[in-house]
């Protein structure tokens, strides 16, 4: 791709049906210099990529907004090669900000030595964390117009829309007509005529502006035509009729796209305006979004966090229900993130601030829906291709009813014409065309709503078909962070021995460290002061606590300084089968007792395999841990074990699955398994909010629940269904409609409604998926 090629994206406000995308997106192809458009009704955004010629960009605007629409540009991240180069580089380093922590489980599953450097993790975490922030630069900017104030197209009551007062002057005019009318029979066709102009001016205005830019047959021009050949063959009353009808349903239509748009608009709404940012010790208020990446925030208990970001001090329990789903509240201290939108429980929090707010998770997750909107699925690009030939086939068809049974079989003209004019409104293919993106749209909110981001429509088709998934291991089934899960007292009591442990461990970021501190903390174990500290490269750390000489190291560097029983070095293999890393504690040169340590699996993960070996779909894990270590994670979850991996080996075992014929889905962190990912039907990262690389899978679990992978699969086999439902309901009542019409049972009147009625049901049987909620997994 050349440096010219830019990128812009447009609020474009009165689209409310897939025709009026169809129409913009033909009227902008044509411009010179357009490479590619798309366009989402749902989200209500335009985005083009062109080539940088500065007339270009006041050429588009103004092409669309002579079909009628109101276009606004957004901020945008103009270059795209700039923007690819800074995705990459966030995917390069990221790998370091992510990987640390399964590097640190290989190693604690090698190697079970406990010498540890103390500063080293420290780093590496920072080290990415700031690649992490780097990698959103250039999207900032383009979130700006969507974060605080704009709540897309249709804004306001409908009342107060163009095309809402269009329809009451229609409604008014034929009215007053139908009361003129009574009192004047002579001058009714004229009357009614004048009333059907009301709303057929501007919708002609928009059929020829439509035509000129490519699209002949649209329902502008569709209902052009029939309510002027009413006229002509002496039906005024239905054309009025007719015109007002098709104004409703153009309102209806737009009611109903606008609510599936403030589903996920809804979300940007969680967020405060406003914030409390702590400064030289002074409390100061500050509109949300201004917030620097690095301000201290104060929030206090019952108010929403504006802004995401690490907790600095205070503990309190933090309801994440509007953003995650998940009911019961969390608890939190220093240095947990929290999420911006979120509710502050019970204490005061300060609270730092590492994301802007065009680029915190809620921002972001908006983004990728509306991106996700624009791209089209398999079906929808199916049906919009079949609508390109049906319509005109319908035209001429109409044609043909209009003219051969006068001219061959000798019928009335005005009887055939008016059938003909019937069977141009039925066929419409709007209810047809809306039938897969409302339902894809809906879903797509409802997923995010829900913490399951899916990247456009294709992927919501195939997550459905998926027949095995592979998860990763580390920080995917399991927590990613290892836990002590045994303490034995050899000589001491097992608080004593833990109690001495955490001394040693006091300042170091370790993973297994970090562990043992863990455990004393949420055992409430005051921990001693330490004398002479000294970490032993590789082996262990010693120190004098408590008047005592104290060392921690692995089983071997132990060995090296008192021998160990024969029923001590067995219990230490016992755990060591269970995939556990031992630590042993010497005191006053003899063993006093031994902790184990473990990376264990995530609350639900039993269960949401469960629900996946429910619904017939196989399970492996792949992991780069050594085997004893996975092996024993795997027969505790029941999933089947590939171990000791390297990324280009998990990338062939999804091969080999993909040529047994299986659909493979791969669940990793979307990082270090970028090959398996992208080699996967569906590549899908989970992760914690923030840290999960959203930008680089088909898909996200935001809230790192394996059950929420299931979840996924479900919703798009409901959506699937959905659209099903949609085309049998769009398709079945043009059917009847088109028969009756023939026959003569039904009009005009009637055949509008098959279209707008259509299209109505349609899209309340599309919005019926954002009703969906989480269900709760139970083992």
Avoid at 19 to 42: F, M, N, P, W, Y
Avoid at 225 to 248: D, K, M, Y
Avoid at 315 to 343: C, L, N, Q, Y
Avoid at 436 to 461: F, M, N, W, Y
Wanted: with cysteine; aromatic share 4%.
């Amino acid at each position: 791709m050349t440096s010219t090629i830019q990128q812009s994206r447009y609020r474009v406000e009165g689209m409310d049906c897939a025709s009026c995308a169809s129409k913009i997106d033909t009227a902008v192809r044509r411009l010179q210099g357009v490479e590619d458009v798309s366009v989402s009704v749902t989200a209500g955004t335009m985005t083009v990529k062109h080539q940088g010629d500065e007339a270009l960009a006041p050429a588009i605007a103004k092409r669309v907004s002579g079909l009628g629409y109101k276009v606004i540009p957004l901020p945008s991240n103009n270059t795209q090669v700039a923007k690819a180069e800074v995705d990459t580089h966030a995917c390069g380093c990221g790998h370091d900000h992510h990987d640390h922590s399964s590097h640190d489980h290989d190693h604690e599953g090698h190697d079970h030595s406990h010498g540890h450097d103390h500063d080293h993790d420290h780093d590496h975490g920072a080290h990415g964390h700031d690649h992490a922030g780097h990698s959103h630069e250039a999207e900032g900017e383009a979130i700006a117009g969507l974060h605080g104030h704009d709540h897309g197209p249709t804004s306001g009551p409908w009342w107060k829309s163009a095309k809402g007062r269009l329809t009451i002057a229609s409604g008014v005019a034929v009215a007053a007509a139908w009361a003129i009318g009574k009192m004047v029979p002579e001058l009714d066709a004229w009357i009614f005529t004048a009333a059907m102009l009301v709303g057929l001016i501007p919708i002609a205005r928009r059929a020829f502006m439509a035509a000129i830019a490519g699209t002949p047959f649209s329902i502008e021009m569709l209902m052009t035509i029939a309510a002027v050949g009413a006229v002509i063959i002496g039906a005024s009353e239905e054309a009025a009729a007719v015109v007002f009808l098709f104004l409703i349903g153009e309102l209806l239509e737009g009611v109903a796209a606008s609510k599936a748009r403030a589903s996920i608009q809804s979300l940007t709404d969680l967020v405060p305006k406003t914030a409390l940012v702590e400064e030289n010790g002074k409390i100061s208020e500050l509109p949300a979004e201004d917030l620097p990446v690095g301000a201290i925030i104060l929030v206090r208990p019952g108010d929403r966090i504006s802004a995401d970001g690490v907790i600095v001090s205070g503990e309190s329990s933090i309801d994440e229900a509007p953003v995650t789903g998940e009911s019961t509240p969390v608890r939190k201290g220093a240095d947990a993130t929290v999420f911006a939108g979120t509710v502050n429980g019970d204490a005061v929090l300060r609270v730092r601030v590492t994301a802007a707010a065009a680029d915190n998770t809620i921002a972001r997750v908006v983004k990728l829906v509306e991106e996700a909107q624009e791209s089209k699925a398999p079906t929808e690009r199916f049906i919009d291709r079949f609508s390109r030939y049906y319509t005109p086939g319908v035209v001429v068809v109409g044609a043909l009813v209009a003219i051969i049974p006068p001219l061959l079989l000798g019928g009335p003209w005005g009887e055939w014409v008016y059938k003909g004019l019937a069977i141009l409104l039925i066929g419409c293919p709007c209810a047809l065309v809306i039938s897969t993106p409302a339902a894809i749209a809906a879903s797509l909110s409802s997923g995010a709503r829900r913490g399951l981001l899916l990247k456009g429509g294709a992927v919501l088709e195939n997550i459905g078909k998926v027949t095995a998934v592979a998860f990763d291991k580390t920080g995917t089934l399991t927590e990613g962070k290892p836990k002590v899960t045994d303490l034995i007292g050899l000589g001491m009591s097992e608080t004593e021995v833990l109690r001495l442990a955490a001394a040693l461990e006091t300042g170091s970021s370790h993973p297994l460290a970090q562990a043992i501190l863990g455990r004393a903390s949420a055992d409430g174990i005051e921990i001693p002061s330490i004398f002479d500290a000294k970490a032993i490269g590789g082996k262990g750390v010693n120190g004098t606590v408590d008047g005592l000489d104290v060392f921690l190291g692995s089983p071997q560097a132990v060995a090296d300084k008192v021998s160990l029983a024969p029923e001590q070095s067995a219990r230490i293999a016992a755990l060591n089968d269970e995939g556990k890393t031992v630590s042993v504690l010497l005191a006053k040169g003899s063993v006093a007792g031994l902790l184990a340590m473990r990376d264990e699996p995530r609350a639900d993960t039993a269960a949401g395999l469960k629900a996946l070996t429910d619904a017939g779909i196989k399970t492996i894990m792949l992991t780069g841990d050594n085997k004893r270590t996975a092996q024993a994670i795997g027969k505790t979850l029941g999933i089947e074990v590939r171990a000791e991996l390297l990324p280009e080996d998990k990338q062939r075992i999804v091969g080999e699955l993909k040529r047994q014929g299986l659909r493979v889905a791969k669940v990793g962190d979307g990082i270090n398994d970028a090959p398996a990912l992208a080699a996967a039907d569906v590549g899908i990262a989970m992760g914690g909010g923030t840290d999960v690389a959203l930008e680089t899978a088909d898909a996200a679990v935001l809230h790192g629940r394996v059950g929420d992978v299931s979840e996924m699969i479900e919703l798009s086999k409901r959506t699937m269904s959905n659209i099903g439902q949609n085309i049998t309901i769009a398709l079945g009542l043009k059917g009847v409609f088109l028969v009756t019409t023939i026959i003569g049972i039904t009009g005009l009147w009637p055949a509008i409604l098959a279209d707008t009625g259509a299209t109505v049901l349609v899209t309340m049987n599309a919005l019926r998926l954002l009703g969906g909620k989480r269900k709760p997994v139970t083992a």
